[in-house]
């Protein structure tokens, strides 16, 4: 192939993968008092959640691909664990525990939590602070 048609197929290739509409990297910010936190609680044990496992409107936290999502948790202090739970549905039927570029977690303190989808799927997220 010659040289001239392998710069062809570059520059088609770029225009190709600019237009896919791929992930930005956002920054998306939920404080306390977001919809999407509605149904955000403290257990009397002084867990905090972002959605109950199951109710008939639960909704779970909106996870795009390449994005840092930042919660407000309102415990009052620096949570010990962080645990993130992953489901294509926006209810979170059959959720999975997130692992690695799923939900690197990028900043814990006693307000806010803040974790990264560093992959490309759109998700949606449970965020459960010890």
Known sequence: MSRRALLGLG???AALLAGCGLPTGDLIVY???AP???QAS???EGVWESAPWSAPDALWLPYPPQA???VEHGLGRVPRSVDVY???D???SEPAPAA???ARVIAVDETTVSVRNDTNARLFARIVLF
């Open 100 to 102: 690695g570029d799923l």
């Open 31 to 33: 404080p306390a008092d």
């Open 36 to 38: 999407e936190l509605a």
């Open 42 to 44: 403290v257990s009397a």
């Open 86 to 88: 992953l489901s294509f």
């Open 11 to 13: 520059f088609l290739l």
């Open 68 to 70: 840092t999502v930042q």
């Open 90 to 92: 926006p209810m979170g």
